[in-house]
């Protein structure tokens, strides 16, 4: 077992040169037989003997390498570059041979950064650094470590792996959102929410009945003297607003390939919405439309590690359960924001039917033929209006986005009122004027009107 094994690392250790050595070594030795001719068999011996010293030597060197790796940042998003700080110590009492130091990387945070460390004295340590940046989303997994050294000559390589990783997660781009009328709407702030408390009937407001248990300094004594009964203070809770973002997430929705895609533009614009709105002291629950369950948002962090790694799917139609099936929507402000790909009319109209009647919903509807050409063609540009149509007779307010728009400048643009006001659905209205009665004719002069007995002309 030992033999085999020394013969398969001498077999990998090999480089290019010494595979070379080792056969024009060999070579020569049969052909000075062959030939029998003395100086090439001498020739031949020193070729062979060549790559098994430098096997020996090479393998024989004991040196203690560690290394620490320290990632800065370790979230990252889309296109930011991030800093891998390397340190190498040898800890061994002799000085290392040169060593060939190499970082594997996945394909899409470049190529494998590698570095040549010439020598390293005992106890002592070296630096190297390198930037690595994504334009896609997603969990990378920065290592092992790999140590390469090689004799002087370069026959033989013995390499040598460290088992420690880093994880670098590439989140959506998040954009600063201004705090419009757009959050304020549907916020349960202000007289919203006064009147929405009034119309759900608030519970931290007014006293009940008293219970066995309850604290007795919050007895309300003027209550309890008008009822007749002991009555205490209900207990104080906080009111929190809820949003939903449903983010489409059907392959067939969207155009355009790569950070470009029209996708892309919508997870990134969800992110900002959901970072925005966490911001203004909202409970936020993300959906991708496709059945695979709601997104955790407890807060800034969990939204954007979990919207790093959200993918299309190949689905055909869209899934409101999960937003609409998830709980009553009922005992807090609702305030739904979706990012729709392309429509067909069933789904839109189950998007129309599916918005709660007390929220407030704001569909980003986006025009996916202009991620995949200059122009969208006929046919999609009529189905992007007849979708936009169908929403906005739903009671959603309707926000057309193409490629080049940005979502900031959309964002500020929904929450005007002028805007909302403009996307109110219009009611039916007959083709045929109403009936109106013809106007009586003008007063003559000489006929003064009758007067009413406090004198005003009736």
């Given amino acids: 077992m030992n033999v085999r094994k020394t013969l398969r690392t001498f077999s990998t250790g090999l480089t290019v040169r010494g595979r070379a050595f080792l056969s024009a070594g060999l070579a020569s030795v049969a052909a000075a037989i062959l030939l029998s001719y003395p100086p090439l068999l001498r020739i031949g011996v020193l070729l062979t003997a060549l790559p098994v010293v430098a096997a020996i030597v090479t393998g024989s060197s004991r040196y203690r390498i560690s290394c620490r790796r320290v990632l800065q940042p370790a979230r990252v998003p889309v296109g930011a570059a991030a800093q891998v700080h390397l340190r190498l110590q040898n800890a061994a009492r002799l000085p290392s041979s040169t060593l060939l130091v190499e970082d594997r990387l996945p394909y899409t945070l470049g190529s494998r950064p590698r570095f040549i460390l010439r020598r390293i004295e005992p106890n002592g340590n070296r630096r190297v650094a390198y930037r690595i940046r994504s334009e896609h989303r997603g969990r990378f997994e920065i290592g092992p470590l790999t140590l390469r050294s090689a004799d002087p000559l370069g026959l033989f390589e013995l390499s040598r792996s460290f088992t420690a990783q880093h994880t670098l997660t590439v989140v959506p781009r998040v954009q600063p959102l201004t705090a419009g009328t757009l959050g304020a709407l549907w916020s349960g702030r202000g007289e919203g929410h006064a009147a929405y408390a009034a119309a759900a009937g608030e519970e931290d407001i007014g006293v009940r009945e008293y219970r066995h248990g309850d604290d007795l300094r919050r007895i309300h004594w003027r209550a309890t003297a008008h009822h007749g009964e002991l009555m205490v203070r209900r207990e104080e809770r906080t009111w929190h607003s809820q949003c939903t973002i449903l983010i489409d997430s059907r392959a067939g929705a969207h155009r355009g390939t790569g950070p470009a895609a029209s996708y892309e533009w919508a997870v990134s614009a969800a992110a900002s919405a959901?970072?925005?709105?966490?911001?203004?002291?909202?409970?936020?629950?993300?959906?991708?439309?496709?059945?695979?369950?709601?997104?955790?948002?407890?807060d800034q962090d969990t939204v954007l590690d979990a919207l790093a790694m959200v993918k299309p799917v190949n689905v055909s139609a869209l899934n409101l359960d999960e937003w609409t099936g998830a709980g009553p929507l009922a005992g807090s402000d609702l305030l739904v924001i979706a990012f729709l790909g392309e429509l067909g009319p069933g789904d839109a109209t189950e998007l129309a039917r599916a918005r709660p009647g007390t929220a407030g919903g704001v569909a980003f509807l986006l025009e996916t033929g202009t991620w995949s050409g200059p122009a969208s063609r006929p046919m999609e540009r009529h189905t992007f209006k007849e979708s936009a149509r169908i929403l906005r007779a739903g009671g959603w307010q309707v926000v057309p986005v193409r490629s080049t728009d940005d979502f900031a400048d959309l964002w500020r643009l929904a929450g005007h009122h002028d805007f909302a006001d403009s996307q109110s659905p219009a009611p039916f209205a007959p083709s045929i004027a109403p009936y109106a009665p013809p106007s009586p004719p003008p007063a003559t002069p000489s006929a003064a009107p009758p007067s009413s007995p406090n004198g005003a002309a009736a």
């Avoid at 709105?277 to 909202?282: F, I, R, S």
């Fill in 274 to 298: 959901a970072v925005h709105l966490l911001g203004q002291g909202y409970h936020v629950r993300l959906s991708t439309g496709v059945g695979t369950g709601l997104i955790p948002a407890e």
